[in-house]
Each structure stands twice: as C-alpha cells, then as structure tokens.
C-alpha cells in the first residue's frame, strides 16, 4: 500500500510540519457538534508516486479520527449536519536563493594549510539555489450547505517519497491531529 503523499502533506521524518489556522470574522466555532463530507474525494496532486484512492481513504480516515477525539461526531444520514468538512492537498517545488559569505568576503569553499594533501582552498561563489517538494494539506470547515469557509486549518512541510509507509502514516496522523487540535474540544 503506498501512503506517498501522507510524505507529501506532512513531510519527512525530521522536517518540521508548520500548522496554521484561519476563523471567518464572525464564526462561532463553539456551536459546532456535528459535521459531514462535503466532496466525495478530496483534490489530491496528480502525481505518479501517489495512490490517490488510498490516500484519500487515510487522509479521510485521520480526519474523522481527530475530530472524534475533539467531541465531533458525524452526522447521522437524513440529518443537517452543523457544518461540512472537505480537505485539499497540494504538492509544490520550492526554490531558495541565498548569498553565502559575500558580505563578508569569506570563502564559501574548503580551506586547508598548503602542508596537507587534502583540502585546498575552494571560491565556490556566493549563491546557493536549492529546491524541494513542500506538501501542504487544508482541512476545511464549511457552513451546513458546503457553501461558505469557516474555518481552515493548514499544515506544510518539506517532502521526502523515500520514507517508509509506517513513517509516512505516522506522520500524516500528526499533521492532521496539529491541525484539528485548533478547533475548540466539544
């Protein structure tokens, strides 16, 4: 079973997962019991490393999870739930530009003493560019209709497909827990 992008929206094993919400002006979070799916799949990046029907079934899964730990219960059929969940995941490369030492005038490079058969003194320039994969997974709380945003809550972190899937789940488990843990406890 492959668990790729749970990677790709909560990253790899070191890498810091940054959490943030946003409330509509005017929501009142505190009313909220019960909810229901908005989408029947979420919108998940379309990329050869990733099964999206497991992915939308863990991602769905941890969901419901959390926000059963949070009091939140499902909404029976045939009832009006208090508000809609739908969740969207993205993959994007990121690039950083940076200069290294030039403001100081120092070597980016190795340096050794002329004695020693090792290193020599390297002028590696001052530029560096770097470039990943940030995942970023939005869980959306939307009024009952599924038509208006009133909460959202984001989790982002750099992405490593080589992680193993235990890992992987692990990891797609803290994001979504880091996220819903912004709404109030029911």
Known sequence: MLFVLLASTVGIGCSEIEVSSQTTSGA?????KTYAWRDVAGRLPSDPRIDR??????????????????GFELASAGTEPDVRVAYRAFIK????????????????????????????????????????????????????SGAELIWRGSARTELDF?????????????????IVEQLPRR
């Open 28 to 32: 009142d979070l505190s009313r909220i």
């Open 53 to 70: 029907a497991t992915l939308d079934r863990d991602i769905r899964s941890e969901i419901e999870r959390s926000l059963a730990e949070r």
């Open 93 to 144: 490369v990121k690039t950083d530009v940076s200069s290294v030492n030039e403001p100081t005038g120092f070597s980016t490079g190795w340096s050794a003493y002329p004695d020693d058969e090792g290193y020599r003194a390297v002028d590696s320039g001052g530029t560096y560019t770097t470039e990943w994969e940030q995942g970023r997974l939005d869980i959306d709380l939307l009024d009952s």
């Open 162 to 178: 080589t992680n193993p899937p235990k890992e992987r789940q692990r990891r797609l488990r803290l994001a979504v827990t880091r």
